[in-house]
């Protein structure tokens, strides 16, 4: 139980941003090939799923109910998404929140924000060393349901994988939470199919709530900042189906791009309306209650300004990045969740012309 094959894909590479307006970030899905694999016998340990088969899978919304032509109601065929692809995905989402840009306090193309022992290329060497406890998290879930044995199993795989990403980063802790919450969904993804994204939480807070008899005993810092503030922290996040994710960084990140905003300025506000809500054991670990407040207060001014596409919103935006490294604080347990977010948003919109 925990063995996972270090053999990364041939393919994978983490993709260039393509962003417009405040820079790094933006690109819109990953760059390996083969997101969506045709199963050639059925026969395949992949995750089945049903999908319509089309050229160019489009991220674009579905016409609405009862429109189209007849050439777009195309027969749906058996189509898979491989645990490879999932854990593709799952890497991809590290890197597009590592290399957003400008995230305040926080790693990004600009430096290190409040970091000594992060920068970019550490995240990204990171992203790519937790790719095969990616793939064996989906591998694992495949025919199974949430139960102790998948939590457990899912536990030590993530507590494996993390031993080769503090091998690739040379020690630092790049994304110990993202482990927990990627792993989560991932699983939840395998489990739940093409549900959308509440369904996908709902189903990896069933797998959280398992106890998990091998857990080290000892307490992780934001398991310490969670005990002393009395915070949900990342346990308690998934605990309640990741809400932080589906119902404030999801809703955001599509009304902003409804309303306008270039693809880097709605993630940038997807991050910030996370960071005015929640209670992030980072901050709480390293600066206490009033950097948490402060950055809760700063995300919320940024927000009210009309959000990063906006120059008042730029302004704010500055301001808070200034604050949080005089603080010497990075929101990191909001950036987890915006990766969070940005995975099951790229599974969504995969397949949303199919799930109207």
């Known amino acids: 139980m925990g063995k996972i094959d270090t053999r990364t894909s041939p393919s994978f590479s983490p993709p260039s941003p393509r962003g417009r307006g405040l820079g790094g970030g933006g690109s819109l899905g990953p760059s390996w090939p083969g997101l969506l694999e045709a199963g050639a016998d059925g026969k395949s340990d992949n995750f089945a799923i049903r999908a319509r088969t089309r050229a160019d899978p489009s991220p674009c919304p579905p016409p609405a109910r009862g429109g189209g032509t007849r050439k777009e109601s195309a027969q749906y065929l058996p189509v898979v998404l491989s645990p490879d692809t999932l854990a593709d995905l799952a890497a991809w989402a590290l890197v597009e929140e590592a290399e957003l840009t400008p995230k305040p306090g926080l790693v990004d193309r600009r430096g290190s924000g409040a970091h000594r022992d992060l920068d970019l290329e550490t995240l990204r060497r990171s992203a790519r060393a937790l790719r095969p406890a ?34 690739a980063t040379g020690g630092s802790n790049a994304h110990r939470g993202a482990i927990w919450a990627l792993g989560l969904l991932l699983a939840g993804t395998v489990i739940a199919g093409p549900a959308g994204p509440r369904r996908i939480a709902a189903t990896a807070a069933a797998i959280a709530q398992w106890p998990d008899r091998f857990a080290p005993q000892h307490a992780s810092n934001g398991e310490r900042a969670r005990q002393e503030h009395g915070a949900g922290g990342a346990r308690g996040e998934a605990w309640d189906g990741f809400p932080h994710v589906v119902a404030i960084a999801l809703p955001v990140l599509q009304a902003s791009r409804a309303a306008g905003a270039t693809e880097t300025e709605a993630r940038l506000d997807a991050l910030l309306a996370v960071m005015a809500s929640l209670d992030d054991t980072c901050l709480l670990h390293r600066g206490g209650r009033p950097a948490l407040d402060a950055a809760q207060a700063g995300a919320r001014a940024v927000l009210a300004a009309g959000g990063t ?28 969740l915006l990766a969070a977010a940005l995975f099951l948003d790229r599974i969504d919109r995969s397949f949303a012309p199919w799930n109207a």
Do not use: C, K, N
């Open 134 to 167: 990616f793939r064996a998290m989906a591998e694992a879930a495949q025919g199974r349901q949430p139960a102790q044995s998948l939590r457990e199993e899912l536990a030590a795989i993530g507590r494996a994988g993390e031993v080769h990403m503090m091998a």
């Open 309 to 336: 596409a906006t120059p008042a919103g730029r302004a704010a935006l500055q301001a808070l990045d200034a604050d949080l490294l005089a603080r010497w604080v990075s929101p990191g347990g909001s950036a987890d």
